[in-house]
């Protein structure tokens, strides 16, 4: 059982900055595909950006194409902790945050849902205009 916590959420100005954290449980850590997703109200969940395990020290994060230049998703195996630094937030980025693990097997598929294991509970962000 891998234990997701996220973390970092609030409401900001447009315009400003939020580094979301998600610390998981798990010895394999290192080779966890790990995820963010967002799901606004009244709208489907979505994928944010992944960071996967291509092997060895090797890894490779993707955007949507909404977020792309604006946030970075990055790794401390060390800590067990994935980060989504957030910046020029958009009033439109408004939505609660969802970390993932998905911890058998490599994916081509990072973007979608159904590829991950595990959850986190989500944090809240919200982006005034």
């Known amino acids: 059982q891998v234990q997701l916590v996220e973390s970092g959420g609030g409401l900001v100005q447009s315009g400003g900055s939020l580094r979301l954290s998600c610390a998981a449980s798990?010895?394999?850590?290192?080779?966890?595909?790990m995820g963010w997703f967002r799901q606004a109200p009244g709208k489907e969940r979505e994928f944010v950006a992944a960071?996967?395990?291509?092997?060895?020290?090797?890894?490779?994060?993707d955007y949507a194409d909404s977020v792309k230049g604006r946030f970075t998703i990055s790794r401390d195996n060390a800590r067990l902790t994935v980060y989504l630094q957030m910046n020029s937030l958009k009033p439109e980025d408004t939505a609660v945050y969802y970390c993932?693990?998905?911890?058998?097997?490599?994916?081509?598929?990072?973007?979608?849902?159904?590829?991950?294991?595990?959850w986190g509970q989500g944090t809240q962000v919200t982006v005034s205009s």
């Open positions: 798990g010895r394999t850590f290192s080779r966890y595909a």
């Open positions: 960071n996967t395990w291509s092997g060895g020290t090797v890894y490779y994060a």
């Open positions: 993932a693990a998905r911890v058998w097997g490599r994916t081509q598929q990072a973007r979608k849902s159904e590829e991950y294991d595990y």
